[in-house]
């Protein structure tokens, strides 16, 4: 490894040894590029690795909110933006009981090299809050919004920071936050969220976007494979809005997922997630507030396993489309014992870095690294941005079209990055060289601050 990738690494592990998930990405990221570093003094010179590891501003700030019985509670909210070299911040927010700064600086770091990928001119930034939504009233929602879109209407705009939806945020939540936003500002700048509602500036299939990508991505990993998706088992998890628009584009195209998850286990379905009830009613757990995955195995008889994760289930691809670190060491053994073809990530870093690795070692499975793969929903969140500026509406097809040419750019990109820097086919490496040579363009090209 280069001696200066090694150092800003150690650095980082120092500072941060309480925010685990940024290390791991941080690690995970500056291992790939260590190659490109080698060729480019200047960016010791300027030391550009240290300043992309830090957040050019972060922001983290109070939320008091009014539950329905009167009663007061205080959550922690936050806003990294961690680079805007080449374009406004952009990035989701999350509202989850886990979320802390760690979880917010690894999305956010993450978010910078998926956004690049994209060829879009959008920058990387990432929010949210320690607030869970899970069992609240939609006025309580709709209150907790409000108090959080207070702290943060400052700091966000058009041309600043655009955030999105994430974890625990969906459109109810986009709604009450742009609501809230327009209100303090007393303007419709309604390109300072994505993710809104059709009827007020939203984009056509941005709900299912991050999920048609995904499966955009894995044709392309297909097709130079000599393989065809019709047919073919997916094992995934999660049940919320990215694994719903994979399997319904899944679906579409004949190939079934068999596995869904949640908090209290996961469903087997070996005939697949392949009919329009079972799709739609994915978006019924979902809006029910339950968040538990057992509904489907209830309503559709099938089995259900309590507390378990899907990674064991035998199946031609494998999927994580839930969250951070779902596949430990032992997981990915029992996915190379199964003789998984394809793994391809789809959450934000569903994988730890030990088990990432050992899957790379198998010399008979294709990986594929989700800041590509689920680079999809963030590139029609940018379509919506850029309808919103010009006043105009896309139809479903202009998106779905413009959404797959970027999925199949960001593969070609990925594998050419590899391939010219001496790592073969290697997707992992590939999409994070791609995105950084990018960003490190962008950010030499503008001087040093």
């Not at 974890?167 to 700048?189: D, P, Q, S, T």
């Amino acid at each position: 490894m280069n001696n200066y990738v090694e150092q800003v690494i150690n650095a980082v592990r120092q500072k941060h040894q309480n925010e685990p998930e940024f290390v791991q990405t941080v690690e995970e990221v500056l291992s790939s590029i260590s190659t490109v570093v080698d060729n480019h003094p200047e960016y010791e010179k300027y030391d550009l690795l240290s300043r992309l590891v830090e957040p050019e501003r972060q922001f983290i700030f109070r939320v008091v909110w009014e539950d329905d019985k009167g009663n007061y509670h205080t959550n922690t909210g936050y806003r990294f933006q961690f680079n805007g070299a080449i374009g406004p911040y952009k990035g989701g927010l999350r509202f989850q009981k886990n979320v802390y700064s760690g979880i917010i600086k690894f999305l956010g770091f993450e978010q910078i090299f998926k956004n690049a990928l994209t060829g879009l001119p959008i920058g990387g930034g990432k929010g949210g809050s320690d607030f869970d939504p899970t069992g609240k009233s939609d006025a309580e929602i709709m209150r907790f919004c409000q108090s959080y879109m207070q702290a943060l209407y400052r700091y966000i705009g058009p041309d600043v920071d655009v955030p999105a939806g994430d974890m625990g945020v969906g459109g109810r939540e986009i709604g009450y936050l742009y609501g809230e936003y327009r209100r303090l500002k007393g303007a419709f700048e309604n390109g300072v969220l994505t993710g809104k509602g059709f009827s007020y500036g939203g984009s056509l299939i941005r709900p299912e976007a991050t999920g048609y990508g995904a499966i955009y991505y894995l044709l392309n990993v297909l097709k130079d494979d000599g393989q065809d998706i019709k047919g073919k088992t997916i094992a995934a998890s999660g049940f919320g809005n990215v694994t719903w628009g994979l399997c319904k584009k899944a679906k579409e195209l004949g190939a079934k997922v068999i596995t869904l998850s949640g908090p209290d286990g996961y469903i087997y379905d070996p005939d697949g997630v392949s009919t329009d009830e079972k799709v739609e009613y994915l978006l019924e757990m979902r809006s029910s507030g339950r968040n538990c995955v057992k509904d489907y195995a209830d309503k559709f008889g099938v089995e259900f396993f309590p507390g378990e994760k899907p990674w064991g289930r035998k199946a031609d691809i494998v999927m994580p489309s839930a969250m951070q670190n779902d596949v430990h060491m032992e997981q990915a053994k029992q996915i190379a014992a199964n003789k998984v073809r394809y793994y391809i990530e789809v959450a934000n870093m569903p994988t730890t870095n030990d088990a990432l690795n050992y899957l790379l070692e198998q010399k008979d499975m294709i990986v594929a690294p989700a800041k590509a793969v689920n680079a999809g929903g963030v590139a029609v969140s940018a379509l919506e941005m850029s309808q919103n500026s010009e006043r105009l509406v896309w139809t479903e097809e202009e998106v779905d079209q413009k959404l797959q040419h970027i999925m199949n750019t960001i593969y070609k990109n990925s594998k050419d990055a590899a391939a010219r820097n001496g790592l073969g086919y290697n997707l992992v490496a590939g999409a994070n060289i791609a995105g950084f040579e990018r960003i490190a363009d962008a950010m030499i090209a503008q001087g040093v601050f």
